[in-house]
């Protein structure tokens, strides 16, 4: 069947809404990447086994990841009328006494790491049902209490292959709304009002490049869909792909009808399986539902998405680099101008956002552009997502509103240093970004306050240091990162980045001397200002950042002065 009325998506609302309280016990299954590593797909299969051979009346599914990868294998239990809850590092013998348990009405407190008696899902509020007195609320958890869930709304508690489960939390009622009672023009001024900010790092204004875009001259234009996730830490796209991959799509629609584009593409790299077979089916599903292709909800509006794969040059996260690729050339930079959205895919005007830009549509068009500006703070409004990874004790998919602290997210949420160790700094914005000390952690985080600091957004990854990270040697990691990544194509990047190492090389083996700290500085600036992309312009942001805060571990290893 497919939607062409609000009657038929109420239909499908309401078998979505079947699906996630069937009125029997439900069991899902945290099957991200970080879920299937430590054996959640061995977890599903086994009570699968289970549920069959017994001839159970239970309803078994696949989630993605509710963000506390450190907590993985993640399973949710929902027993009608009670308290949805989750429990933590679910270890293959636990299945048949969670099985046995929820039969009669409990879960093993042992393992349980919270309850949620009701969701916000944005587009739509769930109620599971109280009890389980002595398991702690959702948010009194330290690292789910300082979040603010957005783009990681459904994540973990949907099952990301079905999309009647999207629909029945309120999914694709806001694209119905933007194409059946909203001008394109109206769609673009509200996503400019919301004030959303690209959330690939560079943070130009979503709605401003959508207006471009529209009035750019061509008949023929493509949309894309960045999801080229390539920094060292960073896996927050993935997350957002393998957990709900229909958010992305319905936020890719809303912006292909808002610009009058009727071609999408998803450029996203090869080392993400889980992500592309979950796209892949939520675009065979959008399909069939009507969501994509011709005369989308009886509209006259025809959009379809392809995906387009790349094999993981961390230079392809550049956008004409992106684009060579798309079009089958060796993925490197060129001069801009043309910018993409004159002169992009195949040479016709192109949008390029990044995957949680697109994500962030759907809530805008359904809460409106003064709700989601009133998250966050002036001129960075709404949530960014943070993959927290490194020396830290909660590892895990962070969503706070832009704005909030460092120390909010690494002490508060994170917990601080794993194994009590003492947090020295944090590396944001990937390899491009800089090395934060703790003392500046009150820096809040946004685009502007990042850069004064040295360092910036980036797509989100944060790596924290403890006291026993050498940060001269994390310097150097970064910047043999950086230089295998390196096109070749400009001499600044491909020969400074190369001498930069040998440089670092030199001091951490003992060698070095103040002269080298001074060409490391000088080297550093004319690399920065002389290259041709972002990825020789930012990559010696480490290296100057620890050279400004961390100057005497530099020190410490040079040859002693004659």
């Known amino acids: 069947m497919k939607i062409q009325t609000a009657k038929d998506l109420d239909s499908f609302r309401k078998e979505g809404l079947m699906r996630i309280q069937p009125g029997i016990i439900r069991i899902g299954i945290g099957t991200s990447s970080c879920g299937i590593a430590v054996g959640g797909m061995a977890i599903y299969d086994q009570m699968k086994k289970i549920i069959q051979d017994e001839n159970h009346n239970i309803s078994l599914v696949k989630t993605g990841c509710i963000g506390f990868c450190k907590e993985e294998p993640i399973v949710s239990v929902s027993i009608p009328g009670k308290a949805l809850v989750l429990l933590r590092k679910v270890q293959l013998d636990d299945a048949e006494r969670i099985i046995s348990m929820a039969l009669k009405g409990e879960v093993p407190d042992d393992l349980a790491l919270c309850k949620i008696q009701n969701w916000d899902h944005i587009t739509g509020n769930f109620v599971y049902g109280n009890g389980f007195d002595t398991i702690l609320e959702y948010d009194k958890i330290p690292f789910f209490a300082n979040q603010k869930k957005i ?20 999914g694709y009622f806001p694209a119905f709304k933007a194409i059946t009672s909203m001008e394109p023009d109206s769609v673009i001024k509200e996503v400019k009002m919301s004030g959303l900010r690209g959330r690939g790092g560079a943070g130009f204004p979503a709605g ?23 920094d060292p830490g960073a896996y927050m796209n993935r997350n957002e792909m393998e957990s709900d991959p229909h958010m992305l799509l319905e936020g890719m629609l809303i912006g292909a009808y808002a610009m009058g584009v009727h071609k999408g593409l998803i450029y996203i790299r090869a080392e993400y399986p889980l992500a592309i077979k979950r796209l892949m089916i ?19 509006f025809d959009f379809d998405i392809q995906i387009a794969t790349g094999a993981g040059a961390f230079v392809c996260g550049e956008s004409t680099a992106l684009v060579a690729s798309i079009e089958g050339k060796t993925g490197r930079p060129r001069i801009r101008p043309p910018r993409l959205t004159e002169k992009g895919v195949f040479g016709r005007p192109t949008d390029l956002n990044n995957v949680e830009t697109w994500c962030n549509v759907p809530v805008i068009i359904a809460k409106g552009a003064s709700w989601f500006s009133s998250v966050g703070t002036r001129g960075n409004t709404g949530t960014k997502v943070f993959s927290l990874v490194g020396k830290v004790d909660n590892v895990g998919m962070v969503e706070v509103p832009l704005g909030t602290s460092l120390n909010t997210i690494i002490f508060d949420i994170g917990n601080g240093g794993a194994q009590g160790k003492k947090v020295k700094a944090v590396q944001t914005g990937g390899p491009s970004g800089g090395c934060i000390p703790v003392w500046l952690f009150d820096t809040p985080v946004d685009y ?58 030199r001091i951490i083996a003992g060698k070095g001397t103040k002269k080298d700290l001074m ?38 290893l040079l040859l002693p002065e004659i």
């Open 282 to 300: 939520a675009l065979d599903q959008a399909r069939k539902s009507g969501l994509l292709g011709k005369n989308i909800l009886n509209s006259g």
């Open 448 to 505: 502007e306050n990042l850069n004064k600091v040295g360092t910036m957004m980036g797509s989100g990854g944060l790596v924290v240091m403890d006291e026993d990270t050498n940060m001269a040697d994390i310097a150097r990691y970064f910047i043999n990162f950086a230089s295998g990544e390196s096109c070749g194509k400009c001499v600044p990047c491909r020969e400074g980045l190369k001498h930069m190492l040998l440089i670092l090389n």
């Open 208 to 230: 401003l490049k959508w207006e471009i875009t529209r009035k750019a001259r061509g008949e023929e234009k493509y949309i894309v869909c960045n999801a080229d996730e390539g």
């Open 151 to 170: 783009i990681l709304r459904d994540c973990g508690l949907i099952n990301p292959e079905d999309i009647m489960e999207y629909i029945g939390i309120g």
């Open 519 to 556: 060409l490391l500085k000088e080297l550093s600036d004319t690399v920065q200002k002389t290259s041709l992309c972002g990825l020789g312009q930012t990559a010696p942001n480490p290296v100057l950042t620890t050279m400004q805060y961390f100057k005497e571990e530099y020190d410490e």
